[in-house]
């Protein structure tokens, strides 16, 4: 999804989510045509395992006991609107649908015949009071695979492109269960996993994980990639060769400021999906982007390090920020992910709604005792959405209808991310810092690293890029790269000497275990934990299109076939005004920017004109109240 602009457009694709089995059967024709009309080209829907189930293994895609079941109906509808379809069937798919939308008869609390998952002290994982079952139990693999192949069989046999309108098949979401940015702790250690883990890796395991040492830790660490590897193949497996070509994985950002471990157990998942021939998208769900520098960061460290394009994003969901229903949040986000080059922005979900039963609706005891309020999930759902089911709209219309502008007015052609310096990322740190020890001292925390960067772009007018070691091999870039104590492994230090030797600057950044090791090829080196920044600052070339009149803000440039400068993508992610100025290719760039909001500029000939400011979108606040009571004098005589 990221090499060129997918499903055959010539320019970013927007997908809007239509929670079909949440609303009135009657309303899904006029929704879906006031969402080709809004300017969504790809509605993408869930498909809920316990919802089509009538009974085991017996399914209804076709109305028969309920017309709200009936997805071909749907799909006819969302062809006649001229939309394309991107199909979501799990078979674990969360999206607030009680155990993630598998059926009741799985769940190793119901039958014991399925393990269930374990976390690292062997405690079940449950969805609202239930105990999730194991995707390295044959007997569960074999229930998702009937699954997977009757909704190909009934479904999109038929609907795939061309001539249907489903363009694209989601193999499961975020992971297995929405975890694939959570620590390795938190994956499976049922006796299927470990199963599976000495079978890989050859590797004894006799104890207890929690008392692991650290070699075997790390050894896990870097195997639950493996793991994630191959439970998307298996999905895949059960998809005719038609379905498979169109296949796409969803996975979450790094959460930076999630559990110790959790970003850097993403890097070890996320590592081993390059090459599986599945596009590859992400979801947003980090925090406020507007709102929150570390999520900022989370964003930029993980479209970057992966190149995802976007599949998912809060776009009025207030649960935990009443921001999500404000239009200028929402294009905020929405320019984020075009800046980091993403193909594709996702509003989630397009439509508000509020029709469904008791096969889609939480358990509303079992999200107490998680110490959730049942009336978050109450109908609707996602009330600030742009559109809602009974035909009215909502505030964020104003960025859907920005966002359809800004996508079908860019010039057409590929554009390039510049970039000043590059964060690379060595898979020894994410290993070292996946599974931390209590009582080691820790290398760099990625999150440090990160936010480093956020800073020297946001302060110092760096544009900086994310590398891997898969990535890094051809880069020129100045590197800044995080180690441990112990230095870089013999990989990494081969890929500096080289790097230094054709030319390129080399930047260690270390952690609280002070000044790695070495001796044979002393590195200029900066801790993170340096506040004052000249230092690090005195070893590092200029930024290449820095003005020394500008407020602080994250300017992402993206430069034509030609190289030069064609989009402007600017942040302000503080809280005052800002004035933000570059210089690029020669040409003055300038543009006022609100707080935590952002801006994109575009090149026509010989200057940069404003396209849209975020903040713009939002309603003007209403006025404060006047301290004294207005009362307006009479004009009868005698007073």
């Given amino acids: 999804m990221s090499a060129g602009y997918p499903f055959g457009f010539e320019r ?29 080209d790809v509605v993408t829907c869930y498909i809920p395992w316990r919802f089509h189930e009538q009974a ?54 119901r039958d014991p015949r399925f393990a269930a998952v374990l976390d690292a002290h062997g405690r079940p994982v449950t969805s609202q009071g239930l105990a999730l079952p194991s995707l390295c139990c044959p007997l569960y693999r074999e229930e998702v695979r009937h699954w997977l192949r009757a909704v190909d069989r009934q479904v999109l046999a038929t609907a795939l492109a061309p001539p249907g309108p489903v363009v694209a ?45 650290a070699e075997l830790r790390e050894a896990w660490a870097e195997h639950s990639g493996t793991v994630l590897r191959r439970h998307y193949l298996e999905l895949a497996d059960a998809l005719s060769p038609a379905a498979r070509q169109a296949a796409i994985v969803n996975l979450p950002l790094p959460a930076l400021d999630g559990p110790a471990g959790g970003a850097a157990a993403w890097l070890l998942r996320t590592e081993p999906l390059a090459g599986l021939g599945f596009a590859l998208g992400y979801t947003g769900w980090v925090g406020s982007v507007a709102r929150s520098r570390t ?5 930029w460290l993980g479209v970057r390090a992966r190149r995802y394009s976007n599949v998912e994003d809060n776009w009025g969901f207030t649960w935990t920020d009443p921001a999500y229903d404000r239009p200028g949040n929402a294009m905020f986000q929405a320019l984020l992910a075009l800046a980091l080059q993403s193909r594709t922005c996702s509003v989630y979900t397009a439509c508000a709604t509020g029709h469904w039963g008791a096969a ?37 219309i104003a960025a859907l209808h920005a966002l359809r502008q800004v996508v079908r007015s860019a010039e057409a052609g590929p554009e390039s991310f510049g970039a000043d310096l590059a964060l690379l990322v060595p898979m020894a740190v994410a290993r070292a810092e996946a599974w931390p020890e209590a009582t080691a001292p820790a ?86 934990a340096t506040r004052d920044r000249a230092s690090l600052l005195a070893m590092l070339p200029p930024a290449r299109h820095a003005h020394a009149a500008t407020d602080p803000a994250v300017v992402l440039v993206h430069s034509g076939p030609d190289g030069a400068g064609r989009s402007v993508y600017m942040f302000n992610l503080g809280a005052e005004h800002a004035t933000v100025r570059r210089t ?43 301290i004294f009571a207005t009362v307006p004098l009479s004009t009868e005589e005698g007073l």
């Fill in 584 to 626: 690029i290719d020669g040409l003055p760039v300038s543009a006022e920017v609100p707080p935590r909001s952002a801006a994109l500029l575009r090149r026509a000939g010989d200057r940069f004109s404003r396209v849209i400011t975020s903040a713009e979108l939002d309603p003007p606040p209403p006025p404060p109240p006047a």
């Fill in 295 to 299: 999520a900022f960061a989370s964003h």
């Fill in 56 to 109: 085991p293994r017996r399914y209804d895609f076709r109305g028969t006991a309920d017309k709200q079941r009936d997805l071909l109906r749907l799909l006819d509808l969302a062809a006649a609107a001229g939309l394309r379809v991107l199909l979501k069937p799990g078979p674990f798919i969360h999206a607030e649908v009680q155990l993630g939308g598998l059926p009741d008869r799985v769940s190793p609390t």
């Fill in 169 to 213: 098949v989601q193999l499961g979401n975020e992971g297995i269960y929405s975890d694939a940015n959570q620590p390795v702790t938190a994956h499976d250690f049922s006796t299927p996993a470990l199963a599976a883990f000495r079978a890989d890796t050859g590797r004894a395991v006799t104890a207890g994980p929690t008392t692991w040492p």
């Fill in 12 to 40: 970013p694709v927007i997908f809007g989510e239509y929670p079909y089995y949440r609303a009135d059967p009657d309303r899904w024709g006029p929704n879906l045509a006031a969402l080709a009309e809004a300017g969504v």
């Fill in 443 to 528: 290398g760099p925390p990625l999150r440090d690293a990160a936010e480093l960067c956020i800073e020297l772009m946001e302060r110092w007018q760096y544009q900086i890029e994310v590398l891997t070691e898969q990535s890094a091999e051809h880069s020129t870039l100045p590197w800044l790269v995080p180690v441990g104590p112990d230095g870089p492994d013999a990989r990494l230090a081969g890929m500096i000497r080289d790097h230094r030797r054709a030319g390129h600057p080399v930047v260690l950044l270390t952690g609280a275990g002070g000044a790695p090791r070495t001796p044979h090829d002393p590195l200029p080196m900066f801790p993170l």
């Fill in 360 to 396: 889609i609706d939480l358990d509303a005891d079992a999200l107490r005792v998680e110490g959730i309020d049942p009336l978050d999930y109450a109908p609707p759902y996602c009330p600030g959405a742009p559109l809602h089911e009974d035909g009215g709209t909502g505030a964020n």
